[in-house]
Nanobody
Framework: QVQLVESGGGLVQAGGSLRLSCAAS????????MGWFRQAPGKEREFVAA????????NYADSVKGRFTISRDNAKNTVYLQMNSLKPEDTAVYYC?????????????????WGQGTQVTVSS
């Protein structure tokens, strides 16, 4: 069983930055592909970014390319999402997810484990 705990959300003005963290309890964290998803009020959950177990492969939604960066520190069992140039439309609950055996999955049904989410609010 893998437990994921997100942190780093908050309120920020448009154009600002936030860094989300996701700490994993798994002893085999380095074997897990990790992803970030988000869900805005009244909308479906959507893919944001994913990173392979080694960190060598990443995948981004078109809406965040060039603004968000996913990274991981396997020594700390943590994955990060650096969010720059934030826009009001980035407002959502952001979820961390994990799965073994897949490189950079971008569909939520591919993931086995989920965190509880952290709220990100971008004011205009």
């Amino acid at each position: 069983q893998v437990q994921l705990v997100e942190s780093g959300g908050g309120l920020v003005q448009a154009g600002g930055s936030l860094r989300l963290s996701c700490a994993a309890s798994a002893r085999t964290f380095s074997n897990l592909a990790m992803g970030w998803f988000r869900q805005a009020p009244g909308k479906e959950r959507e893919f944001v970014a994913a990173i392979s177990w080694s960190g060598g492969y990443t995948n981004y939604a078109d809406s965040v390319k060039g603004r968000f960066t996913i990274s991981r520190d396997n020594a700390k069992n943590t994955v990060y999402l650096q969010m720059n140039s934030l826009k009001p439309e980035d407002t959502a609950v952001y979820y961390c997810a994990a799965v073994s055996g897949v490189r950079t999955p971008k569909f939520d049904y591919e993931y086995e484990y989920w965190g509880q989410g952290t709220q990100v609010t971008v004011s205009s």
